[in-house]
């Protein structure tokens, strides 16, 4: 899932729905797994698939009308439990971006710790974005991470994003933590030896 991260122009997946939680995005029966494979497949599994396992047609991701590796959710993403499971989903299903106007801060650093960017804008750009998509599914947002711009093609409109530059650079070198402090290795020792 280590990807490197720069700019990302995608359709995308519309959520419209407001305080998703951790069980929702992955339910808990699915959380005694400890490796990330296969989580994808049961992303949003109760509103996606019936108990015989059959897909619901009516639900976002059964329609073939929408895709592309971001997802635009309602306010609150992510909220509930702390469980990394669900950002292991969600990375696992091939989104690379979610959009939203909150995102729980747990959910949102497990996000990140996956090489998933959550992007917060503002409540109208959300609601736009959510008109431009159902108006045309094949309407394109690009994410600048290097500029932290956040642009609906459709209408032209940008807006900036917050993000940690600790966060930034490890997205946009590929770098998880353990990289990041092997990256930094020599630094480190040599402060060692300047401080023993």
């Not at 015989?52 to 639900?59: A, I, L, R, V």
């Not at 960017?117 to 394109?140: N, Q, R």
Request: hydrophobic share 35%; with cysteine.
């Amino acid at each position: 899932m280590k990807q490197k991260f720069n700019v990302i122009t995608s359709t995308c997946v519309p959520l419209p729905l407001e305080n998703v939680d951790t069980d929702q995005i992955i339910p808990a029966r699915f959380l005694k797994a400890t490796d990330k494979a296969g989580f994808g497949d049961n992303l949003f599994r109760d509103w996606r698939y019936n108990e015989d396992g059959s897909p619901k047609k009516d639900f976002v991701l059964n329609d073939p009308t929408y895709g592309g590796c971001i997802l635009v959710a309602g306010k609150n993403f992510g909220s509930g439990s702390s469980r990394e499971h669900a950002a292991w989903a969600i990375a696992g299903y091939g989104f690379r971006v979610v959009i939203s106007s909150f995102f729980a801060d747990i959910h949102k650093n497990n996000e990140l710790n996956n090489f998933v960017l959550p992007v917060v804008v503002t409540e109208p750009f959300l609601k736009e974005l959510f008109e431009s998509i159902s108006a045309d599914p094949k309407t394109e947002v690009e994410v600048d991470l290097p500029n932290q711009t956040v642009t609906n093609k459709a209408t032209g409109r940008s807006e900036q994003f917050e993000i940690n530059a600790y966060k930034k650079h490890c997205l946009m070198n590929g770098l998880d933590d353990i990289d990041y402090l092997i990256e930094n290795k020599d630094k480190i020792e040599a402060w060692e030896r300047l401080n023993k």
